[in-house]
T-cell receptor
């Protein structure tokens, strides 16, 4: 089976940087996703990591360490619209993704 | 990214009726689609994996006779909630795996089901 752990809630200030961590235990590994989900909407794709290292995409970056079973999503220059739930999802050996419970990020002025 | 549509966006129905939800990949062919359910303030719960041309694989605890899945073409999967009851009220979201993007899944906008 798979186990994914991420913080339930985080708060940050507009303009700041925030790092959302995700740790996982999985049988086999075929990638880790980060999705953003605003309240009442479906998730939208942010990033996909399958190799170790940092992937940067604009204000968002995602890091993966397969040996440590660890990933983080880094959000820079936070904006109010970044307030949302951030979902970590791991694709295991079965190629079926498992989602974490999500981290609710609150950005305040 | 790829586009996935879902229809309808909202459904309100009486208890005992059946509801069909469609999921379409608009600009790619998806051999695999997934159906999720999400209750308020909870994470996505995978209900089943839908493979084109074959029977869906259901997750443990999901009744296959109640949640009928049909993946008849490479761009369309349907979920039918049969004899819906109030406890089936939820946010149903489909996703499709884009073969051009490895394991990346793209989500439809979701369908809110309210059973009275």
């Amino acid at each position: 089976g798979q186990n994914i752990d991420q913080p339930t809630e985080m708060t940050a200030t507009e303009g700041a940087i925030v790092q959302i961590n995700c740790t996982y235990q999985t049988s086999g590994f075929n990638g880790l996703f980060w999705y953003q989900q605003h309240a009442g909407e479906a998730p939208t794709f942010l990033s996909y990591n399958v190799l170790d290292g940092l992937e940067e995409k604009g204000r968002f970056s995602s890091f993966l360490s397969r040996s440590k079973g660890y990933s983080y999503l880094l959000l820079k220059e936070l904006q109010m619209k970044d307030s949302a739930s951030y979902l970590c999802a791991v694709v295991g050996g079965s190629y079926i993704p498992t989602f974490g419970r999500g981290t609710s990020l609150i950005v305040h002025p | 990214g790829a586009v996935v549509s879902q229809h309808p966006s909202w459904v309100i129905c009486k208890s005992g009726t059946s509801v069909k939800i469609e999921c379409r990949s608009l600009d790619f062919q998806a051999t695999t689609m997934f159906w999720y359910r999400q209750f308020p303030k909870q994470s996505l719960m995978l209900m089943a994996t839908s493979n084109e041309g074959s029977k869906a694989t259901y997750e443990q605890g999901v009744e296959k006779d109640k949640f009928l899945i049909n993946h008849a073409s490479l761009t369309l999967s349907t979920l039918t909630v049969t004899s819906a009851h109030p406890e089936d009220s939820s946010f149903y979201i489909c996703s499709a795996r884009d073969p051009r993007a490895g394991e990346t899944q793209y989500f439809g906008p979701g369908t809110r089901l309210l059973v009275l």
